[in-house]
């Protein structure tokens, strides 16, 4: 797996299509295959806070251990409670999607259920990995989401626009 870090920047949108697939974006798909080692294949996980998903390429998973070390540590420092098994299967527990070469691929329903996913998806970049969001759910965010919902908002308004055209 490669050795480098990936970051992910931008943003993204994209309605259901045909088949019930999504397009990742373009950003986010080089990416997602350059930290796959240059497989198609997207990871994808309930986020362990919002009511959205993370999505990052396979070569994160390198960098698990070291996360819930760093996570322990700071538990332990604030004399709090780690479930590191928990945390583990959060982390690992992800589902591996594979996507084609213009980023087509089927979110698994079981994820789309866990955050309230329809037919259309908001994606946000957040450096190591990136969210993915039904609108709904990101408009209910609050304070420091408001570049996000911005964003959203008028991907969402352009891409319907475009949709509905003849």
């Given at each position: ?8 920047s ?8 045909d ?5 990742l ?5 080089k990416t997602?295959?350059e930290s796959?080692d240059?497989?198609?294949?997207l ?5 362990d ?27 332990e ?11 583990a ?7 591996e ?5 213009s ?17 259309q ?12 969001f039904?609108p709904?759910?990101?408009y ?10 911005a ?16």
């Open positions: 797996m490669a050795s480098q870090p990936f970051s992910y931008g943003q993204g949108f994209s309605l259901q299509r088949k019930g697939r999504f397009v974006p373009p950003a986010f798909r997602v295959k796959s240059g497989r198609p294949v990871c994808l996980a309930k986020h806070r919002w009511t959205c998903l993370t999505g990052f390429g396979l070569s994160r998973r390198d960098d698990f251990e070291a996360q819930m070390d760093r996570e322990a540590a700071s538990a420092k604030l004399s709090q409670f780690y479930d590191r098994d928990m945390r299967m959060q982390l690992y527990g992800f589902a999607v594979p996507f084609d070469d980023g087509r691929f089927v979110l698994p329903q079981h994820l789309a259920d866990l955050c309230g996913i329809g037919d998806l908001y994606f946000q970049a957040a450096g190591p990995f990136f969210v993915l039904s709904d759910e990101i209910k965010m609050g304070a420091g989401f408001e570049g996000s919902q964003a959203c908002r008028q991907m969402q308004a352009d891409t319907l626009a475009k949709a509905a055209r003849p």
